[in-house]
């Protein structure tokens, strides 16, 4: 049986703040199938496939943890009502044609970099001290992934 201490009191807001999380992941997951499907160079287009299917993972272990706090998990579908704070959505919903391997990789910079700035908002919001370790350790994982992914794309930039 799972005891709530008087730190992890407001799960409702880490819940919520997780959810959040969950919908920038699943908008990085379509927005890295997109990229592979546009991309020219075979070794992007794995490379995005590889991404997409990283961040699904990402959404099904978030989704994971909001349902061991207890709360309800958005599907990657749902979208949050947007507030003053919110972090704009950066990545291209395929209206874009013709887009080069360079425009690619620089929608896909732009979008990490604000998947970054969502998760750093996520842990200012719910207090780092309030999160659940397990829930801390997934998201931390998470976040250097996605630093990792901006690092990634700005290496492939050089090099086109």
């Known amino acids: 049986m799972h005891t709530i201490s008087t730190q992890q009191a407001d ?3 880490i819940i919520s703040e997780v959810n959040r999380c969950i919908q920038i992941c699943a908008d990085g997951e379509r927005g890295y199938a997109i990229s592979a499907a ?3 160079s075979p070794v992007l287009k794995a490379l995005f496939l ?3 299917l990283e961040r699904s993972d990402f959404v099904l272990a978030l989704q994971g943890a909001v349902r061991d706090l207890g709360g309800l998990p958005i599907e990657g579908t749902e979208r949050f009502a947007e507030t003053k704070d919110a972090e704009p ?3 291209s919903d395929g209206r ?3 887009r080069t391997d360079r425009m690619i990789l620089e929608d896909c910079e732009r979008s990490e970099q604000a998947a970054q700035k969502a998760y750093t908002k ?11 370790r397990d829930v801390r350790l997934l998201m931390h994982h998470q976040h250097e992934t996605i630093q990792s992914a901006v690092e990634e794309a700005r290496s492939y930039l050089e090099l086109h």
């Open 122 to 132: 996520a842990f200012l919001r719910a207090s780092l001290e309030t999160l659940p």
């Open 96 to 98: 874009f044609e013709n």
């Open 89 to 91: 959505l950066r990545w």
């Open 38 to 40: 546009d991309a020219r």
């Open 50 to 52: 590889e991404k997409a």
């Open 11 to 13: 799960f409702g807001s």
